[in-house]
């Protein structure tokens, strides 16, 4: 909220866009006027600019941020594993042993079958997503204000409220589901558990949407519940944040504006570290289950 | 709030660090962990096992203290049985010892008297010649008497 030109829409916009690096097209109108005589990989410059970059583009930021915050994850964990003893363990280790003491107390409840990759795999959502959501309790100004000032044009700081990242995720998850019903259950088990149930072979069609529906809705309920609770959590700290904007000069109103911004911002900000672990607690527990009931023969 | 080919790149990010974890970081640390639970397990019994050795030691001890006690007085009523023997056994040795001596001391007086009868015996066959002599008021001749006297003297 530096610069006086911006309007609150504005604001929201800028706050909501993605830092994109994509593809134009030849002949293309740029957001500045300037007219493209090649294909051109470029930053995009305008929430305009990133949609029409189509596929070929990608999120900088959320590729970035995900990946520091991965790599922070890694290097933790790894460098506790390296030095891990069975005897008195040190500070790190206590922490990273009970980390895994509850994802391995998760799994053993929700997962019956025997798969090595499970626990892991929930480790690293679980951690991983936390991680992206707790860049949501930064200051919403902070990384988007620094950018700002190093001629980035737009930067958000939590690739959790990046669709991308979270369907990213969530198909992952899906694929090991398919993966996993199909090797358990062999081709024709999956495919029979998809047409066969609930209605016999004569409701077949009937059978195959229902289960199609059910099938397809756990990646998309997955991703869409982990980025719908963090985009709306983005934006009410952005609406927040545009109270004390407002600012116009010491006044009553004003420094109300200002007091409430900040009550309002912290007491959000608290009742946010419930949802950001709650977020990843779910995901983690959801793709547990999933990948459970794909080890399962009937369900 | 685009889809795009982010989508792709987060999706082959997250099996490297699920791959990672589970190839790097997870089976270490549960390792030590369940290494730690074994030790813990382990450590128990072997306190458990300690335990009931320590109530075994004690009541070997309190028996062998019980069985030593046993033996301490059997050894004071050997003891003391032998003892009263050795008195008994004393007792009829100097029993025998004062028996012995008191025999000793009789044929010892025995001895004495009859010595000092025969020393009385003499001197009396002596007196009596010497008697006779002063009877006789002669002097019998010894030499010619002597079968006399000797005679006399027996019948002493």
Known sequence: MSA???????????????LTYGKLP??????DGETLQADTWTLAHSPQEAKDMGFS??????????????????????????????GIPGGAQNFVEWVIEFIDNSVKGSFTGRNPLVAPLALTIFIWIFMMNFMDLVPIDW????ATLLGVPYLKAVPTTDPNATFGMSITVFFLVLYYSVKMKGLGGFVGELTLQPFGKFGLPANFFLEGVNLLAKPVSLALRLFGNMYAGEMIFILIALMGGAWAGASIGNLTLFGSQILLSLGWAIFHILIVTLQAFIFMTLTIVYLDMAHQEHH | MNINATLIAQMIMFAIFVWFCMRFIWPPIVNALDARKKQIADGLAAADRGKHELELAAKRASE???????KAS?????AEKRAAQIVDDAKVAAQAEGDRQLAAAQANIQQEVFRAREQLRGQVAALVVAGAEKVLRREVDAKVHADLLEAVTNEL
């Open chain 1, 57 to 86: 583009a990608f999120n900088v930021d959320t590729l970035g941020i995900s990946l520091v915050l991965g790599l922070l994850f890694i290097w933790l964990f790894r460098k506790v594993a390296k030095s891990v003893t069975a």
């Open chain 2, 64 to 70: 062998s203290l019980h069985e030593a006690k046993m």
């Open chain 2, 74 to 78: 059997e050894i004071i009523a050997q």
């Open chain 1, 143 to 146: 990384i988007p204000g620094v």
């Open chain 1, 26 to 31: 030849a002949g293309y109108q740029r957001h």
């Open chain 1, 4 to 18: 006086e030109a911006h309007t609150s829409t504005e604001y929201i916009k800028h706050h909501l866009q993605n």
